[in-house]
């Protein structure tokens, strides 16, 4: 499928790895007149993009300004009107903690087509890549998806830890890895127990994936140690070592 003149397309991109872009994802980016992608994107995407289109890197880096969520649906909105046809690319996701939607929004409400392609999540692909079924029959029936961004800040994102913790289900965290000790802690007040399992992913599906194993008392002075930073995926539940109990890191 060509993407369309004057259209948006809201791409997810898959966790890391390029081939877990799905058909549509990639028919979008390899006809689109511009892409405009996020940091995390794989260099090996962006080279399916056709030649002559314009490629935009919004995504925040260290020691440069990013763009506000504001500038990025203005750019988007311009490239539309100009005639071209946008590939917005996305880590996993778009509507996962992705601001997808407020670029939806926006789109619409300039009038300009939105077609939204669905990504495969690190919330899924995250654990699924380190050897976590995040439910399995007779373990965990359920799970939760919850942002670590702001566990140690009083806000907390609006974020209730005693109650994430009190459902039932396996926990899986994104942007939580530098607030690895905040969550382990209020997830144990909230009433999980300190040896319940706990791995985190870091990479998932990238080169150099590492995963480390642990429980809620201790993952987070072995993460520490190991030096694992973001981008990493959080999963707590007796799922963790369903399958192995083993890490490679
Ligand atoms: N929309 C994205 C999530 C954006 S928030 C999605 O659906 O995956 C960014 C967070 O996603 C990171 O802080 C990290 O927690 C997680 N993440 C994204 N890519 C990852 C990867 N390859 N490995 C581990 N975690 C990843």
Redesign the pocket.
Known sequence: MKAHAGTIYLV?AG??DPKLITVHGREVLESADAVVHDR?ISPELLKLARVGARIVDVGKAPGRASRSQDEINDLLIALAREGLSVCRL?????F???RGGEEVLAARAAGIPVVVVP?I???L??PTAADVPVTHRGVESSFTVVTGHDARSAGDAGVDWQRIAGTPGSIVV????GNLGAIAGKLIEGGRPPDEPVRV??????PGQRVLSGTLATIEPRAREAGLT????IVVGPVVGVLNDSETS
């Open positions: 997810g966790p890391g995390l996305k880590g996993g996701d778009p996962v903690f992705g990504g999540s690190s919330a692909a995250g994104l942007m939580g890895v992913v870091e990479r998932a599906t990238l973001a981008p990493a995926v």
